[in-house]
């Protein structure tokens, strides 16, 4: 607490006595001695400081100010929040009680004047905004004289003040003088005068009263406003007035320089400067509000823009520049357009910029200054250039112009003297837009060509000339810009041709940036771009190459037919690769490189083209291309020395073997897949013979043939829908392979892929081979899959350990789908399948309990409801009752003899118990709507039992006392529902409390026998659960409206608070108290549910405003004043003991 002052320390000291006192931690002798020795402890130690410090006048200023002075000597700190005192806290609640207050008063008196607005007068209406006004003055003054609250009384006085010239105001609308001096008669100009003087002489007065920079403002403002209104109630010309307004604003200046020593006009004139910026505003504001003339305007823009730069020198301020520019801008504006500039007001306006150039360079003395006009002319300038195309372009039509070209041209001089005067990228980009911007309006004029082609040519003639060869010192500041505009402009034309389709402008583009590459990559410095010139280069010559086919096949429509694009793209491919050769030659090796992938590259994309061109010839042509394809990929596995560029060569491979297709015209569908069958043993072959002179080479052929497998099987697979054409024994060919390859991989998950790819083919090959020779017709197909788990579980049996744990992995979610097919297919099932389907479900789970994998548990036990709800379709109701009741016991046997815990450690869950409260829920539905009661609370008193059971099955006790609470639960939910059923048999007068009643005696229970552990929590549970329980029984008092409802209402809570106050239970003793309450307040109602609605406003308002003022009172007043709130405290302190 080093950091507080001495006066914040005594305050708290002050506070924590009270709260003492007042909790009855002191007495009120102790209290009253330990004050007056705090007092003389302070006394003591001001008079030792008084004998050390002479020299000081006033001791307690000096005790208050010496913390301050400390501080500011001290290095500074990270602020940290204020932290406010109880008394500051308790005044804002004051002020913020009396804002409410008198904002309620204020509501209520809106809403009963405007029902009653229309029938007012003129004069009442006026008479009623200034009694308003004058309200809120006596609030001003009635809460800073008597209450003290300095902020609130102050916010009222700006109210009541600011109200004042809206009272002249609507005197004028009103026409309360006359016509004369009215809101739009002659004399408004007076009218205004009268409202802005008459305030004027309160406001200066609030301003010193209060040392206010609001009313200095609102004065200084008002002053202005009465200069103007004067004025304009004078007969002056324009030129007088806005003679007269200068003449006022030098005024304005010269006090200030005359006056600004002066301590007495201080609170005035140090707001001066700031002010009279605001001050030519209001002036201007003034002038237009009064006369208005465009050239006149324009000069009268130009003197207030000079005198704002005259400010500048005087206030040593240089945000006034800013103002300067922009008025100088405007006026520029306003001169052209009211004058006969505005015929070539284009080139005007582009010359604006080379203006501010010429002001930078008279200022060049002010380095500040100077810098600002020189962005201000680019700004400037770009601005221009935003208007002059707008006028070309919207108003004129998109003609072109001479004077156009010349005010582009003028923008771009601009720019490009700007570049060179600040080195600003932003300036040296914008010279070369604009260049461009220039030659597009050229070609407008002269319509030479194609614009795309002739911006094209700009593009390159600007990136060789000023972006790479030039020498001048004028044009090297927008060397660099250049470049990257030029490259900007060239992709844009390409883009452009490209998108119309101009395939041989195209095409001869795409030479000409080939060329551009070339020389770039000669004459460039930068390493990042030359890099980027060696696959320019290659790629564009590429697309050159390839733009070139479409104007071929209009001169020679034959190359379209046979050989196509693709074989135009191979060729192209070919062509580049020899290019790579001739780059090797000159020893150009980035681009030997470059050229060489884009080479390959192209002759991938003539092979992926071959997927889809039906113009080719498939006999020659394309097995020839794939041929030479192989070769070509198996130079790029040597060339870029990546092996894994091997799967190229086995894709290339394959493609190859498949268009021998069309040269031995295999034609029907069989032959077909009997011909691919064989194709990934021939890529396996090769691997293997491959393996020998290349190890790389193995794996990605492998990988292919696999690739390949699954899309044979598949074409095999829909072939054996309807009527077979292909033998199922050609599946022999796809299991060898997966035998041969799981015996021979090496890796863990290739034995695993390899296998389970092994046990797919199995069963299909086992679900297809019968119904080929229909060996069975009667049993359904889904009968497969549980046949294949037999024989996976043999092959499980005679295989070693290891392979057990592997086959376990595909062997449980393959019974798993075959189990849910054969439940869920779209038929009934028979009760003679129970035992087959059981059986099943039994060998799952004999599987899972060896992985112990127990959540997966859960699946085959919920299919068993689905089971049931299918084979129940022909049984007796009771009968399925029956059979559920005797699964959840087998279920919940279970699950007490596999598992000690319902969840156990890691993913250890107890599947059986928890899918018993599945079976629950499904035996809920079965006999929800049964008629006897007695059959509906089974699945209720089912779910106690599996509460009970399972409550000893949870490490923590919390669980334990949770599955306690609901097995009790559900207790009384059965019977709630027995109650319920047999409701006609008891009285309507004691039926609710039947309902409810029980739940206060099972929560005492739970209270004294589980949850005595957690009093607090209870507590709040009890309060809660007695609160609800009072609603039930007053609502439903309240809906049976008799009088012996009414008196047993009142004897229950009566009772309720007896309780209360012999076991000190606080929420039956305030729940009690509060029904009383409310049931006294309920049955008196017809005696004051009949006042206006306005009328508790009223009142609320009213007594925020008396609590206000009466802890306002309060805190004037002492300690031992306020027995009352000491009784009140103690009382409360005893009630804290209360459960």
């Excluded at 607490?1 to 009120?28: P, V």
């Excluded at 002038?287 to 006149?296: A, N, P, Q, R």
């Excluded at 396996?684 to 099987?713: C, D, M, Q, S, V």
């Excluded at 060998?843 to 689905?866: A, C, G, K, T, Y």
Aim: glycine share 6%; hydrophobic share 50%; proline share 4%.
């Amino acid at each position: 607490m080093s950091h507080l002052s001495e006066e914040k320390k005594q305050e708290i000291l002050k506070d924590k006595l009270i709260q003492l006192w007042s909790n009855g931690y002191l007495s009120e002798e102790e209290y009253m001695k330990v004050v007056e020795a705090n007092r003389s402890f302070i006394e003591d130690r001001d008079h030792k400081k008084r004998n050390v410090e002479e020299g000081k006048k006033d001791e307690v200023i000096q005790v208050a100010a010496e913390p301050l002075q400390t501080k500011s000597k001290e290095p500074a700190k990270t602020p940290k929040k204020k932290v406010k005192t109880a008394e500051q806290i308790r005044e804002r609640n004051i002020t913020w009680s009396l804002i409410i207050g008198v904002s309620l008063l204020l509501i209520t008196g809106l809403i009963v004047a405007t029902s009653q607005w229309d029938q007012m007068g003129a004069g009442l209406k006026v008479f009623s905004i200034s009694f308003v006004s004058l309200f809120f003055l006596g609030l001003s003054y009635i809460t800073g004289r008597f209450l003290k609250i300095t902020q609130t009384a102050f916010a009222f006085l700006t109210l009541g003040s600011l109200l004042i010239p809206i009272v002249i105001l609507a005197i004028g609308y009103f026409d309360l003088f006359g016509s004369y001096l009215s809101l739009f008669g002659e004399g408004k100009y007076l009218l205004g005068l009268l409202g802005t003087l008459i305030p004027l002489p309160l406001y200066i007065r609030n301003a010193y009263a209060h040392s206010s920079r609001l009313y200095v403002w609102i004065s200084l403002v008002f002053l202005s406003l009465a200069v103007g209104f004067a004025l304009g109630a004078l007969p002056l010309n324009v030129d007088a007035f806005y003679l007269m307004l200068m003449i006022y604003n030098a005024s304005l200046l010269l006090v200030y320089v005359r006056f600004k020593d002066s301590k007495r006009w201080q609170l005035f004139l140090k707001e001066v400067p700031l002010y009279a910026q605001l001050n030519l505003v209001l002036s201007t504001v003034l002038l237009l509000f009064f006369f208005e003339s465009g050239v006149f305007y324009s000069f009268n823009l130009l003197l207030t823009a000079s005198i704002y730069m005259a400010m500048v020198f005087v206030y040593k301020t240089k945000e006034y520049q800013f103002v300067f520019s922009v008025m100088v801008v405007y006026a520029v504006y306003q001169l052209v357009e009211h004058s006969p500039l505005q015929s070539v007001d284009v080139t005007v306006y582009a010359v604006v910029g080379l203006i501010y150039l010429g002001f930078a360079n008279v200022f060049k003395n002010h380095r500040f200054i100077e810098k600002v006009f020189r962005y201000t002319s680019g700004v400037v300038s770009f601005f221009a250039f935003i208007y002059i195309s707008y006028e070309s372009i919207a108003l004129r039509g998109e003609e072109g112009s001479w004077f156009l070209l010349a005010a582009y041209g003028i923008i771009t001089a601009n720019y490009l003297i700007l570049s060179n005067l600040t080195k600003h990228p932003v300036f040296a980009y914008m010279s070369p837009v604009f260049f461009f911007v220039t030659l597009w309006q050229l070609w407008e004029l002269t319509k030479s060509g194609p614009l795309f082609l002739f911006m094209f040519i700009g593009a390159s003639v600007l990136l060789v000339y000023v972006g790479l060869l030039t020498k001048q010192r004028s044009l090297k500041s927008v060397q660099d810009s250049s470049f990257y505009v030029s490259v900007f402009v060239l992709i844009a034309c390409i883009a452009y041709s490209l998108n119309e389709l101009f395939y041989g402008y195209s095409s001869l583009m795409f030479l000409i940036i080939a060329i551009l590459a070339y020389l770039v990559k000669r004459k460039t410095v930068s390493k990042d771009i030359k890099e980027t010139t060696y696959w320019i280069q290659p790629v564009t010559l590429c697309l050159s190459a390839v733009l070139f086919y479409n104007p071929l096949v209009n001169l020679y429509p034959s190359y379209e037919e046979g050989l196509a694009l693709p074989f135009h793209l191979a060729v192209a491919g070919i062509s580049l690769l020899a290019i790579h050769y001739g780059w090797v030659r000159f020893k150009e090796k980035g681009l030997a490189k470059s050229t060489f992938y884009v080479g390959q590259g192209t002759y991938i994309l003539a092979m992926i083209l071959l997927l889809n061109n039906a113009q080719i010839d498939p006999v020659v042509i394309r097995p020839l291309l794939l041929f030479v394809g192989i070769g070509m990929m198996g130079g790029l596995v040597q060339y870029s020395k990546e092996r894994l560029l091997w799967v190229l060569v086995s894709i290339v491979t394959l493609s190859f073997y498949t268009s021998l297709l069309d040269t031995f015209a295999f034609e029907t569908f069989s032959s077909f897949v009997i011909y691919m069958s064989f194709a990934p043993v021939l890529l396996i072959l090769i691997g293997e013979i491959g393996e020998k002179n290349r190890l790389e080479l193995r794996p990605y052929f492998y990988g292919t043939a696999h690739i390949l497998l699954p899309l044979i099987i598949a074409a095999i697979m829909l072939d054996q829908i309807n009527v077979p054409t292909i033998h199922p024994l050609v599946l022999c060919v796809p299991l060898s392979l997966y035998g041969f390859s799981t015996f021979l991989a090496k890796r863990e998950w290739e034995i695993k892929l390899m296998l389970y790819g092994f046990l797919t083919v199995l069963f299909f090959l086992i679900s297809t081979l019968p119904s080929y020779y229909r060996w069975w017709t009667t049993v359904p197909n889904e009968y497969a899959f549980y046949l294949t788990s037999i024989v996976i579980t043999g092959i499980w049996g005679a295989a070693p350990y290891v392979w057990k744990r592997r086959m376990e992995w595909y062997a449980i979610p393959f019974s798993i789908l075959g189990l849910f097919l054969l439940i869920t297919r779209f038929e009934d099932i028979p009760t003679i399948e129970l035992l087959p389907i059981l059986s099943y479900v039994c060998l799952i789970q004999f599987f899972l309990h060896r992985r112990e994998w127990s959540l997966v548990r859960f699946i085959p036990l919920l299919m068993m409801i689905d089971l049931l709800e299918k084979v129940s379709n022909g049984w007796e109701h009771e009968l399925l009752i029956i059979a559920l009741v005797g699964c959840i016991v087998t279920l919940l046997a279970a699950g007490r003899f596999f598992h000690r815990l319902l969840i156990g450690s890691g993913v250890k869950v107890d599947a059986y118990s928890w899918t018993a409260l599945v079976y629950l829920f499904y035996l809920n539905t079965v006999t929800a709507m049964d008629e006897n009661v007695w059959i509906r609370i089974i699945p209720v008193l089912l779910a106690g039992l599996w509460f009970f059971l399972n409550a000893s099955k949870w490490p923590q006790p919390l669980g334990n006392k949770i599955f306690y609470t609901a097995g009790v639960i559900s207790l009384y939910t059965s019977y709630s529902l027995v109650l319920l059923d047999y409701r006609e048999w008891i009285p309507d007068l004691i039926e609710a409390e039947l309902q409810v009643l029980p739940v206060l005696v099972i929560l005492s229970f739970l209270r004294g026998r589980k949850w005595k552990e957690y009093p607090y929590m209870m507590n709040h549970i009890q309060f809660g659960v007695v609160l609800l329980v009072a609603a039930y029984l007053v609502i439903d008092a309240i809906q049976s409206h008799t009088i012996w409802d009414a008196w047993m209402i009142g004897g229950l809570s009566l009772i309720s608070m007896i309780l209360g106050m012999q076991f000190r239970i606080k929420s039956y003793f305030f729940v009690g108290m509060g029904v009383l309450i409310f049931n006294v307040i309920y049955q008196t109602r017809p005696y004051w549910g009949n006042v206006p609605w306005w009328v508790y406003l009223l009142l609320a308002g009213l007594l925020l405003i008396g609590i206000a003022s009466y802890n306002e009172w309060q805190k004037q007043r002492s300690v031992s004043e306020k027995p009352v709130e000491r009784k009140l405290k103690r009382l409360w302190l005893s009630l804290k003991k209360w459960n």
